[in-house]
């Protein structure tokens, strides 16, 4: 894959990393359909292009990383829509990034919201600038957070802090954030990216099986008692054996 644009992202490839930035700033870089479509292809094609090793989600302009879902294109849908969408597609949207097998870093930048903030907890590991804001406002909505909000915000935080922020569907600051574990940590707007490419990179530059089976093994922790996991962590170190990579990688060592 090289790099695309299309109405709604942007994507660009270097050494190893592919930025893929949401470009409906406009309306916060709101996910309406079309977003979600691509984005959903983009997963399986990023996973399969060999000359990508980690993928940067971020979006276009200073105000918003992504305000969640479009609600100018939900308000125009009628019940029987809503619900048809809802059977037939969040399916895979909630663990779509999430399922990749290549690690993905969000870079959030501004608002942080509904969608936009359980896109962001999909992904691998998150940094954020310090302008970002966050929350989950479904329940002020009538909803709930249905793209798996309910289920990684309490495994990132805890379920008393989880339950607090989508309660009261407030919104909290990027040091609030960083406290509470959602983000890595955060930094200026202006070393938004430079910082997440600096992580990419030096995630993009170990050998990929190796990266790719450290991912499932560590996924696996979240799903598993540590028997189980342990079984996982052991299927994932065996198929490292599947490439010669660290046979190349212990060449040094040899007398
Ligand atoms: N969808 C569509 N357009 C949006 C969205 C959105 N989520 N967020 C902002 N916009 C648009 C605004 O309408 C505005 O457009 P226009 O210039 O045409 O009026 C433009 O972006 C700029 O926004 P504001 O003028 O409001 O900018 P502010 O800086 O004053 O405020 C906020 C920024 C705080 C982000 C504010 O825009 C806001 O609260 N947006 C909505 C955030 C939100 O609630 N998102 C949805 C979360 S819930 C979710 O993602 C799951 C779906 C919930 C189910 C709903 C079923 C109906």
Redesign the pocket.
Known sequence: MTATTSDVKTISINEGVAVVTLNRP???N???IQLREEIMQLAQAMDADPDVNVIIFTGAGD??FC?????????Q?TTEE?YNERRFFRGRWVNVIASMAKPTIAAING?C????L?LALQCDLRIASDNA?F????V????L???GGTQRLPRAIGLQKAKEMILTGK?IDAAEAERLGIVLRVVSRAELMPAAMDLARSIAKNPRIAVMQAKVALNASLETMLSGGAQAENEAWLACLLSDTWKAKLERFKD
């Open positions: 406009q309306v916060m709101a996910l309406n105000k918003a305000a969640g879902a479009d609600l100018k294109e939900r308000g849908r809503m608002y919201l509904g969608g936009g359980e804001k929350g989950l406002p479904e002020t909505l009538g909803f957070p249905g793209a919104h």
